[in-house]
Protein backbone atom coordinates (compact mmCIF):
# COMPACT_ATOMS: atom_id res chain seq x y z
CA UNK A 1 0.00 0.00 0.00
CA UNK A 2 2.88 2.33 0.58
CA UNK A 3 5.64 0.97 -2.21
CA UNK A 4 7.60 3.99 -3.92
CA UNK A 5 7.12 1.51 -7.09
CA UNK A 6 3.25 2.22 -6.97
CA UNK A 7 0.40 -0.17 -7.80
CA UNK A 8 0.68 -1.09 -11.03
CA UNK A 9 4.48 -2.00 -11.39
CA UNK A 10 4.93 -5.72 -12.75
CA UNK A 11 6.73 -7.89 -10.32
CA UNK A 12 9.76 -8.66 -12.90
CA UNK A 13 10.29 -4.66 -13.10
CA UNK A 14 9.94 -3.98 -9.24
CA UNK A 15 12.53 -6.26 -8.23
CA UNK A 16 15.18 -5.79 -11.00
CA UNK A 17 15.01 -1.79 -9.72
CA UNK A 18 15.79 -3.33 -6.28
CA UNK A 19 18.58 -5.04 -7.37
CA UNK A 20 20.25 -2.36 -9.18
CA UNK A 21 19.60 -0.30 -6.67
CA UNK A 22 21.31 -2.49 -3.73
CA UNK A 23 24.17 -3.60 -6.27
CA UNK A 24 25.17 0.35 -6.86
CA UNK A 25 24.64 1.04 -2.82
CA UNK A 26 27.52 -2.01 -2.48
CA UNK A 27 29.36 -1.44 -5.58
CA UNK A 28 32.42 -0.27 -3.66
CA UNK A 29 31.24 -1.87 0.34
CA UNK A 30 34.69 -4.11 0.75
CA UNK A 31 32.19 -5.98 3.05
CA UNK A 32 28.89 -5.96 0.68
CA UNK A 33 28.87 -9.91 1.39
CA UNK A 34 27.64 -9.29 4.80
CA UNK A 35 25.71 -6.26 4.13
CA UNK A 36 23.77 -7.89 1.36
CA UNK A 37 23.00 -10.44 3.71
CA UNK A 38 22.14 -8.23 6.54
CA UNK A 39 19.69 -6.68 4.27
CA UNK A 40 17.96 -10.17 3.36
CA UNK A 41 17.19 -10.99 6.66
CA UNK A 42 15.88 -8.09 7.33
CA UNK A 43 13.55 -7.36 3.75
CA UNK A 44 12.96 -10.61 3.20
CA UNK A 45 9.95 -10.01 1.47
CA UNK A 46 12.17 -7.75 -0.93
CA UNK A 47 15.78 -7.68 -1.09
CA UNK A 48 15.74 -11.79 -0.77
CA UNK A 49 13.08 -12.04 -3.52
CA UNK A 50 14.86 -9.66 -5.81
CA UNK A 51 17.94 -11.81 -6.00
CA UNK A 52 16.66 -14.33 -6.91
CA UNK A 53 15.61 -16.18 -3.94
CA UNK A 54 12.78 -16.69 -1.49
CA UNK A 55 8.86 -16.49 -1.21
CA UNK A 56 6.47 -14.34 -2.45
CA UNK A 57 5.39 -12.38 0.82
CA UNK A 58 3.30 -9.89 -1.56
CA UNK A 59 0.20 -11.57 -0.37
CA UNK A 60 1.00 -11.37 3.39
CA UNK A 61 2.78 -8.18 3.82
CA UNK A 62 -0.50 -6.27 5.64
CA UNK A 63 0.64 -9.13 7.96
CA UNK A 64 3.79 -7.87 9.24
CA UNK A 65 2.55 -4.37 8.90
CA UNK A 66 -0.57 -4.72 11.29
CA UNK A 67 2.42 -6.75 13.76
CA UNK A 68 4.97 -3.62 12.90
CA UNK A 69 7.73 -5.64 12.02
CA UNK A 70 10.89 -3.88 10.58
CA UNK A 71 10.84 -5.47 7.39
CA UNK A 72 7.75 -3.49 6.74
CA UNK A 73 8.68 0.39 5.13
CA UNK A 74 5.89 2.39 6.88
CA UNK A 75 7.23 0.47 10.33
CA UNK A 76 11.35 1.03 9.99
CA UNK A 77 11.84 4.88 10.08
CA UNK A 78 10.00 4.10 13.72
CA UNK A 79 12.92 1.77 14.81
CA UNK A 80 15.33 4.67 14.91
CA UNK A 81 12.98 7.61 15.30
CA UNK A 82 11.71 5.92 18.53
CA UNK A 83 8.69 7.87 17.76
CA UNK A 84 5.78 8.07 15.35
CA UNK A 85 7.27 10.67 12.62
CA UNK A 86 5.65 14.55 13.27
CA UNK A 87 2.50 14.45 10.97
CA UNK A 88 1.73 10.73 11.21
CA UNK A 89 -1.24 9.00 12.50
CA UNK A 90 -0.01 6.81 15.50
CA UNK A 91 -0.75 2.63 15.28
CA UNK A 92 -1.82 3.35 19.21
CA UNK A 93 -4.18 6.34 18.13
CA UNK A 94 -5.80 3.87 15.92
CA UNK A 95 -6.06 0.96 17.99
CA UNK A 96 -7.48 2.59 20.75
CA UNK A 97 -10.35 4.05 18.87
CA UNK A 98 -11.04 0.45 17.45
CA UNK A 99 -11.28 -0.81 20.66
CA UNK A 100 -13.46 2.21 22.24
CA UNK A 101 -15.74 1.46 18.84
CA UNK A 102 -15.98 -2.40 20.03
CA UNK A 103 -17.08 -1.46 23.89
CA UNK A 104 -19.88 0.58 22.49
CA UNK A 105 -23.29 -0.95 22.96
CA UNK A 106 -23.58 0.97 19.73
CA UNK A 107 -21.01 1.21 17.64
CA UNK A 108 -22.22 3.73 14.82
CA UNK A 109 -21.99 6.44 16.90
CA UNK A 110 -18.43 6.63 18.05
CA UNK A 111 -17.34 5.51 14.36
CA UNK A 112 -19.31 8.63 13.15
CA UNK A 113 -18.07 10.56 15.07
CA UNK A 114 -14.45 9.52 15.12
CA UNK A 115 -14.44 9.78 11.43
CA UNK A 116 -15.89 13.47 11.85
CA UNK A 117 -12.68 14.37 14.21
CA UNK A 118 -10.50 13.03 11.34
CA UNK A 119 -11.84 14.71 8.54
CA UNK A 120 -11.66 17.78 10.64
CA UNK A 121 -8.09 17.49 11.63
CA UNK A 122 -7.26 16.81 8.02
CA UNK A 123 -5.72 12.69 8.92
CA UNK A 124 -9.09 11.12 7.45
CA UNK A 125 -7.28 9.62 4.64
CA UNK A 126 -4.69 8.31 7.36
CA UNK A 127 -7.27 6.78 9.51
CA UNK A 128 -8.30 5.16 6.21
CA UNK A 129 -4.98 3.30 5.57
CA UNK A 130 -4.25 2.64 9.29
CA UNK A 131 -7.85 1.30 9.55
CA UNK A 132 -7.05 -1.19 6.36
CA UNK A 133 -3.84 -2.62 8.17
CA UNK A 134 -5.86 -3.36 11.59
CA UNK A 135 -8.62 -4.70 9.79
CA UNK A 136 -8.56 -8.25 11.30
CA UNK A 137 -9.23 -6.58 14.93
CA UNK A 138 -12.29 -5.26 13.40
CA UNK A 139 -15.27 -7.49 14.75
CA UNK A 140 -18.50 -8.78 12.56
CA UNK A 141 -20.73 -5.88 14.23
CA UNK A 142 -17.68 -3.08 14.41
CA UNK A 143 -16.95 -4.34 10.40
CA UNK A 144 -20.94 -3.68 9.10
CA UNK A 145 -21.43 -0.71 11.40
CA UNK A 146 -18.75 0.98 9.90
CA UNK A 147 -18.89 -0.64 5.96
CA UNK A 148 -22.40 1.31 6.38
CA UNK A 149 -20.99 4.32 8.08
CA UNK A 150 -18.51 4.62 5.52
CA UNK A 151 -21.15 4.67 2.78
CA UNK A 152 -23.92 7.14 4.26
CA UNK A 153 -21.16 9.94 5.04
CA UNK A 154 -18.72 9.40 1.38
CA UNK A 155 -20.38 12.53 -0.09
CA UNK A 156 -18.48 14.31 2.16
CA UNK A 157 -15.15 13.13 1.49
CA UNK A 158 -12.30 14.69 -0.52
CA UNK A 159 -12.45 12.92 -4.62
CA UNK A 160 -9.14 15.02 -4.89
CA UNK A 161 -6.26 13.22 -5.55
CA UNK A 162 -5.43 9.50 -7.53
CA UNK A 163 -6.11 7.81 -4.61
CA UNK A 164 -9.06 10.48 -2.40
CA UNK A 165 -10.24 9.92 0.36
CA UNK A 166 -13.76 8.33 -1.16
CA UNK A 167 -11.30 5.76 -3.36
CA UNK A 168 -10.13 5.04 0.02
CA UNK A 169 -13.18 4.58 1.85
CA UNK A 170 -14.46 2.28 -1.06
CA UNK A 171 -11.27 0.24 -0.87
CA UNK A 172 -11.77 -0.05 2.88
CA UNK A 173 -15.70 -1.23 2.45
CA UNK A 174 -14.56 -3.68 -0.33
CA UNK A 175 -12.15 -5.45 2.04
CA UNK A 176 -14.40 -5.27 5.28
CA UNK A 177 -16.78 -7.03 2.93
CA UNK A 178 -14.45 -9.39 1.79
CA UNK A 179 -12.02 -10.36 4.85
CA UNK A 180 -14.93 -9.49 8.49
CA UNK A 181 -18.74 -9.97 7.43
CA UNK A 182 -20.25 -13.27 7.02
CA UNK A 183 -20.79 -15.29 3.82
CA UNK A 184 -24.41 -14.72 4.28
CA UNK A 185 -24.67 -10.85 4.83
CA UNK A 186 -22.02 -10.34 2.17
CA UNK A 187 -24.93 -9.31 -0.45
CA UNK A 188 -27.63 -7.96 1.56
CA UNK A 189 -24.91 -5.35 3.23
CA UNK A 190 -23.81 -4.73 0.13
CA UNK A 191 -27.09 -4.07 -1.42
CA UNK A 192 -28.58 -1.39 1.48
CA UNK A 193 -25.07 -0.09 0.58
CA UNK A 194 -25.29 0.45 -3.11
CA UNK A 195 -28.79 2.09 -2.28
CA UNK A 196 -27.97 4.38 0.27
CA UNK A 197 -24.51 5.66 -1.36
CA UNK A 198 -26.09 9.30 -2.29
CA UNK A 199 -23.84 9.75 -5.49
CA UNK A 200 -24.57 7.21 -8.18
CA UNK A 201 -21.23 7.38 -9.76
CA UNK A 202 -20.09 6.30 -6.67
CA UNK A 203 -22.55 3.02 -6.47
CA UNK A 204 -21.49 2.43 -10.09
CA UNK A 205 -17.79 2.56 -9.61
CA UNK A 206 -18.22 0.27 -6.10
CA UNK A 207 -19.91 -2.09 -8.11
CA UNK A 208 -17.61 -2.25 -11.13
CA UNK A 209 -14.26 -2.49 -8.79
CA UNK A 210 -16.16 -5.90 -7.18
CA UNK A 211 -16.87 -7.87 -10.41
CA UNK A 212 -13.55 -6.23 -12.18
CA UNK A 213 -11.42 -9.24 -13.22
CA UNK A 214 -8.56 -7.14 -11.91
CA UNK A 215 -9.36 -7.38 -8.58
CA UNK A 216 -7.04 -8.63 -6.33
CA UNK A 217 -7.81 -10.16 -2.83
CA UNK A 218 -11.82 -10.20 -2.67
CA UNK A 219 -12.16 -13.91 -3.94
CA UNK A 220 -14.75 -14.26 -1.12
CA UNK A 221 -16.83 -11.05 -2.06
CA UNK A 222 -17.06 -11.50 -5.63
CA UNK A 223 -18.09 -15.03 -4.51
CA UNK A 224 -21.08 -13.95 -2.22
CA UNK A 225 -22.46 -11.55 -4.00
CA UNK A 226 -24.79 -11.57 -6.96
CA UNK A 227 -23.33 -9.24 -10.18
CA UNK A 228 -27.11 -9.40 -11.47
CA UNK A 229 -29.08 -8.33 -8.06
CA UNK A 230 -26.77 -5.32 -7.33
CA UNK A 231 -26.78 -3.44 -11.10
CA UNK A 232 -30.23 -4.33 -10.98
CA UNK A 233 -30.74 -2.15 -8.44
CA UNK A 234 -28.11 0.19 -10.12
CA UNK A 235 -30.19 0.53 -12.94
CA UNK A 236 -33.51 0.83 -10.61
CA UNK A 237 -31.56 4.02 -9.36
CA UNK A 238 -31.08 5.27 -12.77
CA UNK A 239 -34.96 5.16 -13.34
CA UNK A 240 -35.95 6.66 -10.38
CA UNK A 241 -33.08 9.33 -10.29
CA UNK A 242 -32.86 10.33 -13.38
CA UNK A 243 -34.97 9.00 -16.17
CA UNK A 244 -38.58 9.37 -14.60
CA UNK A 245 -38.32 12.74 -13.11
CA UNK A 246 -36.27 13.60 -16.50
CA UNK A 247 -32.88 15.11 -14.48
CA UNK A 248 -30.33 15.57 -16.69
CA UNK A 249 -27.07 13.51 -15.58
CA UNK A 250 -24.44 16.00 -16.85
CA UNK A 251 -25.79 18.37 -14.11
CA UNK A 252 -26.49 15.71 -10.99
CA UNK A 253 -23.78 13.27 -11.40
CA UNK A 254 -19.90 14.11 -11.52
CA UNK A 255 -18.94 11.79 -13.79
CA UNK A 256 -21.56 11.50 -16.04
CA UNK A 257 -19.74 9.60 -18.94
CA UNK A 258 -18.53 7.27 -16.70
CA UNK A 259 -22.48 6.28 -15.36
CA UNK A 260 -24.13 5.98 -18.68
CA UNK A 261 -21.25 3.97 -20.14
CA UNK A 262 -21.06 1.94 -17.51
CA UNK A 263 -24.90 1.20 -16.93
CA UNK A 264 -25.06 0.86 -20.76
CA UNK A 265 -23.17 -1.98 -20.42
CA UNK A 266 -24.92 -4.45 -18.13
CA UNK A 267 -26.91 -6.20 -20.46
CA UNK A 268 -29.38 -5.47 -23.52
CA UNK A 269 -32.09 -3.84 -21.68
CA UNK A 270 -29.47 -1.49 -19.95
CA UNK A 271 -27.82 -0.68 -23.30
CA UNK A 272 -31.58 0.67 -24.68
CA UNK A 273 -32.40 2.53 -21.32
CA UNK A 274 -28.95 4.21 -21.45
CA UNK A 275 -29.90 4.75 -25.62
CA UNK A 276 -33.24 6.33 -25.16
CA UNK A 277 -32.18 8.36 -22.19
CA UNK A 278 -29.41 9.80 -24.09
CA UNK A 279 -30.75 10.41 -27.27
CA UNK A 280 -34.16 12.40 -25.60
CA UNK A 281 -31.56 14.49 -23.15
CA UNK A 282 -29.54 15.60 -26.19
CA UNK A 283 -32.76 16.06 -28.43
CA UNK A 284 -33.81 17.88 -25.89
CA UNK A 285 -30.73 20.02 -24.92
CA UNK A 286 -28.44 19.56 -28.43
CA UNK A 287 -25.05 20.56 -26.65
CA UNK A 288 -24.88 18.33 -24.39
CA UNK A 289 -24.54 15.80 -27.31
CA UNK A 290 -20.72 17.60 -27.76
CA UNK A 291 -20.39 16.95 -23.80
CA UNK A 292 -20.94 13.26 -24.33
CA UNK A 293 -18.75 12.49 -27.60
CA UNK A 294 -15.76 14.64 -26.22
CA UNK A 295 -15.54 11.99 -23.02
CA UNK A 296 -14.55 9.48 -25.89
CA UNK A 297 -11.94 12.16 -27.79
CA UNK A 298 -7.93 12.24 -26.46
CA UNK A 299 -5.97 14.91 -26.98
CA UNK A 300 -2.02 13.52 -27.19
CA UNK A 301 0.16 16.60 -26.96
CA UNK A 302 -0.48 19.07 -29.15
CA UNK A 303 -1.57 17.46 -32.63
CA UNK A 304 -2.27 14.04 -32.31
CA UNK A 305 -6.35 12.73 -31.33
CA UNK A 306 -8.02 10.21 -30.81
CA UNK A 307 -11.57 9.44 -30.95
CA UNK A 308 -12.85 6.14 -29.69
CA UNK A 309 -15.13 5.38 -32.02
CA UNK A 310 -15.84 1.56 -30.81
CA UNK A 311 -16.22 2.65 -27.21
CA UNK A 312 -18.92 4.79 -27.50
CA UNK A 313 -20.77 2.15 -30.70
CA UNK A 314 -20.25 -0.68 -27.64
CA UNK A 315 -22.68 1.70 -25.68
CA UNK A 316 -25.13 3.89 -28.02
CA UNK A 317 -26.84 3.56 -30.95
CA UNK A 318 -24.14 6.28 -32.65
CA UNK A 319 -26.60 6.47 -36.15
CA UNK A 320 -29.33 7.73 -33.63
CA UNK A 321 -26.98 10.15 -31.98
CA UNK A 322 -25.85 11.31 -35.37
CA UNK A 323 -29.25 12.25 -36.39
CA UNK A 324 -29.42 14.17 -33.39
CA UNK A 325 -26.39 15.86 -34.32
CA UNK A 326 -26.76 16.79 -37.77
CA UNK A 327 -30.04 17.81 -37.03
CA UNK A 328 -28.63 20.49 -34.28
CA UNK A 329 -26.02 21.52 -36.47
CA UNK A 330 -23.51 23.91 -34.66
CA UNK A 331 -25.86 23.73 -31.48
CA UNK A 332 -24.26 20.66 -30.83
CA UNK A 333 -21.46 21.72 -29.23
CA UNK A 334 -20.09 24.67 -27.02
CA UNK A 335 -16.72 24.13 -27.24
CA UNK A 336 -13.92 24.38 -29.85
CA UNK A 337 -12.97 20.45 -28.46
CA UNK A 338 -16.49 19.77 -28.58
CA UNK A 339 -16.80 20.76 -32.14
CA UNK A 340 -14.09 18.92 -33.08
CA UNK A 341 -14.91 15.84 -31.38
CA UNK A 342 -18.70 15.88 -32.99
CA UNK A 343 -17.42 16.27 -36.65
CA UNK A 344 -14.51 12.93 -35.76
CA UNK A 345 -17.90 11.10 -34.62
CA UNK A 346 -19.96 11.99 -37.72
CA UNK A 347 -17.15 11.15 -39.64
CA UNK A 348 -17.14 7.71 -38.07
CA UNK A 349 -20.45 7.03 -38.38
CA UNK A 350 -20.32 7.39 -42.52
CA UNK A 351 -16.96 5.08 -42.49
CA UNK A 352 -19.04 2.26 -40.32
CA UNK A 353 -21.89 2.76 -42.73
CA UNK A 354 -21.86 -0.03 -45.57
Known amino acids: MSSPFGFLEKDEEKYHR ?6 ALLKDEPHSANVLQILKE ?9 YGRGQNYDGVSHVYRAA ?18 EGVLSDASVEAEIRH ?39 EAVAEDLANCLALNIHGFSREGDFSE ?13 DQVPDTRKQPLLEGILRGLTA ?66 YDSESREMVNSYAQ ?43 AVAEQAGANAWGTPEEEKAVKLFLDAVKRSSP
Not at 101 to 120: A, M
Not at 166 to 178: G, M, Q, S, V, Y
Request: with cysteine; glycine share 4%; charged share 25%.
Open 101 to 139: WEQSPQPSKPILESIVSHRDKGTLSQLFDRLLVFIKRLD
Open 280 to 322: ELCAGTPRLLGKLVRGYMTIWGSDHVEFRFQDLASVYDAKRLA
Open 42 to 50: MFFSEIERA
Open 166 to 178: TDKALRLIIFLLN
Open 200 to 265: IDVAVHLANTIFSPDARGIHSLQQGADATKLRGIIKDRFQHEFIQPKVNVFDAAERPIYVLAQIGR
Open 18 to 23: IKAHVD
Open 68 to 85: KRITHPECFDKYFLLKVP
